[in-house]
């Protein structure tokens, strides 16, 4: 799922946002639209049940614990291999600790919003808009918030260019992978990282040449 983009929607006419894989559209053509895929409402939602299973569990091991097994001080918990008791349930930290579901409707819309803020040429005012809107649709993927954080940035709004850097930069690791796929997880770090750098030290290139020269060699 992690490698799903705007192709892949096509090929499964994923139109509604859920992934359910069932369209057939096999005459759609490589590379596509290259739009950030529709993949996180159906994540989220394995999330959700991951969620409700590592609860069941922590509750039947905490029974199972009480219980014991033996009588009196020689009561003993026996781990049980054969129900992989020895694996430790690691909950992901997305989708706020896989608690929320992300409505497949709010999903396209924020990518929609998202795509539209990268072609805009309407200015910086309406970029922030459309990114500021993204991100209340969908405020689980880092990309927007990186792209904020350098409007911020490029209007001198350093606190807030930070704060959305950090966020970016927060939700990028957590996923350790890359929602928009034009540029790869590494790229997309390492820009953040520059953002987050030059927020902290409250400048920001004023002319194209020093937006080139940005880096995070000194």
Same mark, same amino acid.
């Given at each position: 799922?992690?490698?799903?983009?705007?192709?892949?929607?096509?090929?499964?006419?994923?139109?509604?946002?859920?992934?359910?894989?069932?369209?057939?559209?096999?005459?759609?053509?490589?590379?596509?639209?290259?739009?950030?895929?529709?993949?996180?409402?159906?994540?989220?939602?394995?999330?959700?049940?991951?969620?409700?299973?590592?609860?069941?569990?922590?509750?039947?091991?905490?029974?199972?614990?009480?219980?014991?097994?033996?009588?009196?001080?020689?009561?003993?918990?026996?781990?049980?291999?054969?129900?992989?008791?020895?694996?430790?349930?690691?909950?992901?930290?997305?989708?706020?600790?896989?608690?929320?579901?992300?409505?497949?409707?709010?999903?396209?819309?924020?990518?929609?919003?998202?795509?539209?803020?990268? #072609?805009? $040429?309407?200015?910086?005012?309406?970029?922030?808009? /459309? !990114?500021? *809107?993204?991100? =209340? +649709?969908?405020?689980?993927?880092?990309?927007?918030?990186?792209?904020?954080?350098?409007?911020?940035?490029?209007?001198?709004?350093?606190?807030?260019?930070?704060?959305?850097?950090?966020?970016?930069?927060?939700?990028?690791?957590?996923?350790?992978?890359?929602?928009?796929?034009?540029? #790869?997880? $590494?790229?997309?770090?390492?820009?953040?990282?520059? /953002? !987050?750098? *030059?927020?902290? =030290? +409250?400048?920001?290139?004023?002319?194209?040449?020093?937006?080139?020269?940005?880096?995070?060699?000194?």
């Amino acid at each position: 799922f992690f490698f799903l983009f705007g192709f892949q929607d096509m090929l499964f006419e994923n139109f509604d946002g859920r992934l359910e894989f069932k369209g057939n559209n096999f005459g759609a053509v490589w590379p596509g639209n290259g739009k950030p895929g529709l993949w996180l409402n159906s994540i989220s939602r394995m999330g959700a049940v991951y969620n409700l299973i590592l609860r069941e569990e922590e509750i039947f091991l905490e029974e199972k614990k009480r219980v014991g097994v033996g009588e009196g001080e020689g009561r003993v918990n026996v781990v049980d291999c054969e129900r992989d008791e020895d694996i430790e349930l690691v909950l992901p930290p997305v989708f706020d600790k896989c608690s929320k579901v992300l409505d497949a409707g709010d999903q396209i819309v924020a990518r929609d919003l998202y795509w539209e803020a990268l #072609s805009c $040429e309407e200015g910086m005012e309406k970029i922030e808009e /459309l !990114l500021v *809107k993204s991100i =209340e +649709k969908n405020p689980f993927v880092g990309e927007p918030h990186v792209v904020l954080s350098q409007v911020y940035l490029t209007k001198g709004r350093f606190e807030e260019g930070e704060r959305e850097s950090e966020r970016g930069l927060t939700l990028l690791l957590e996923w350790g992978c890359h929602w928009d796929k034009r540029v #790869s997880w $590494e790229g997309w770090i390492s820009w953040t990282r520059v /953002l !987050l750098m *030059k927020a902290k =030290e +409250k400048s920001w290139p004023n002319n194209s040449w020093g937006i080139l020269n940005l880096g995070l060699v000194k």
